[in-house]
């Protein structure tokens, strides 16, 4: 039997997670049923380190997310996976190869599109979400800077002052009160 694979460029130990995570999602959306997907990320999907080739399976891959809930001993294999270094003990190496075997009824090349373009969405909307906060800060700023203005002009605050007066100036409702 032969089995052609598709290598993704290499890519960094710490964005392996994320990578799952898109491939997941791309997988799904095509239709491929949880059951596949088990089968899929444990015989078809792999990556290998650039330097010492050892391999962790696609379902590694998923579970480095995972063992960020559980205690891990220290510099096990896990352990090294979440911070980013490859698995074997003493490897200075920071990038794997993934591989993609063919399965049947699955065109990697779109998935990989799928997912590429799913993290591209996610990075445009974390960009979007990062002006956000800086233009709230922006105008944050701005309204403080006003509110000192107003301070130094008037010897008051402009809201914390007037308002306080009608509110407790019970001779504006009293004449209708009796009625
Ligand atoms: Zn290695």
Known sequence: MTQTATT????RV???????TSLTAALSEAGFSSRQLE??????VSAECVLCSTRITGEEMGRINLAEERTLAPDSKFDRLKRGSCAKKGCISLRYRVHLREYPDLDWLKIREKASEDEAAKKANAARKRL???LGMGIGVILTLLFCRYLMYYGHAPILQKPHKYTIDPASVAP???R
């Open 8 to 11: 993704i460029a290499q890519v």
């Open 14 to 20: 710490d964005s392996l997670p994320a990578l799952y």
């Open 132 to 134: 956000l906060i800086r």
């Open 39 to 44: 089968e899929i990320f444990s015989n078809y």
């Open 176 to 178: 209708e009160a009796p």
